[in-house]
T-cell receptor, first 112, second 113 residues
Framework: DTGVSQNPRHKITKRGQNVTFRCDPI?????LYWYRQTLGQGPEFLTY????????KSRLLSDRFSAERPKGSFSTLEIQRTEQGDSAMYLC??????????FGAGTRLSVL | GENVEQHPSTLSVQEGDSAVIKCTYS??????FPWYKQELGKGPQLIID?????GEKKDQRIAVTLNKTAKHFSLHITETQPEDSAVYFC????????????FGAGTQVVVTP
């Protein structure tokens, strides 16, 4: 399978714990995006990488959130001190040129 | 910033009928408009897209139209089939935004046999 891969698919955590998600984009896609989707809503942009450089961050991305793409390939999204409001589907997308974006299946986070 | 509104929120059609979903956008600088289909437990899948220099695009049973003056675009699905049942999202982006997509809230389409 050469699509966008996200792990884990599901994560259940207790409030206050830290969690980390991983995204493996399609090979040679230099653009990578993170979105968050809550129930009944469309995805909301969180952050964007071009190669290893993080070029834009949404105001939705509080200081408890951090994302990295250290070698311009896979990316990680970490949430520290999780809150119940962080419960959502976290989607990763990759793109070769910034228009057509290919999404992964997402990581569903449940904060208890 | 960009705001995308999508209607209706739910749409029930009989198999074989057509379905139409409409979206409006606020940012006149937006120039790329994709439509995504999302099935339960899966990520959004691109089904068709249109750029601002084109008024209409068709791919088999799916078509998209764009009215730049009115700032709205629509998805048309003809001869609907049960496998068309899913949530459909419209989105918009502008050339100077790194491809960042602003999504509508989605339309739940149910095709009944």
């Amino acid at each position: 399978d050469t699509g966008v891969s996200q792990n884990p698919r599901h994560k259940i955590t207790k409030r206050g714990q830290n969690v980390t998600f991983r995204c493996d984009p399609i090979s040679e896609h230099n653009r990578l995006y993170w979105y968050r989707q809550t129930l009944g809503q469309g995805p909301e942009f969180l952050t964007y990488f071009q190669n290893e450089a993080q070029l834009e961050k949404s105001r939705l991305l509080s200081d408890r959130f951090s994302a990295e793409r250290p070698k311009g390939s896979f990316s990680t999204l970490e949430i520290q001190r999780t809150e119940q409001g962080d419960s959502a589907m976290y989607l990763c997308a990759s793109s070769p040129r910034g228009e057509i974006q290919y999404f992964g299946a997402g990581t569903r986070l449940s904060v208890l | 910033g960009e705001n995308v509104e999508q209607h209706p929120s739910t749409l029930s059609v009989q198999e074989g009928d057509s379905a139409v979903i409409k979206c409006t956008y606020s940012d006149s600088a937006s120039n790329y408009f994709p439509w995504y289909k999302q099935e339960l437990g899966k990520g959004p899948q691109l089904i068709i897209d249109i750029r601002s220099n084109v008024g209409e695009k068709k791919d088999q049973r799916i078509a998209v139209t764009l009215n730049k003056t009115a700032k709205h675009f629509s998805l048309h699905i003809t001869e609907t089939q049960p496998e068309d049942s899913a949530v459909y999202f419209c989105a918009a982006s502008r050339a100077d935004s790194w491809g960042k997509l602003q999504f509508g809230a989605g339309t739940q389409v149910v095709v009944t046999p």
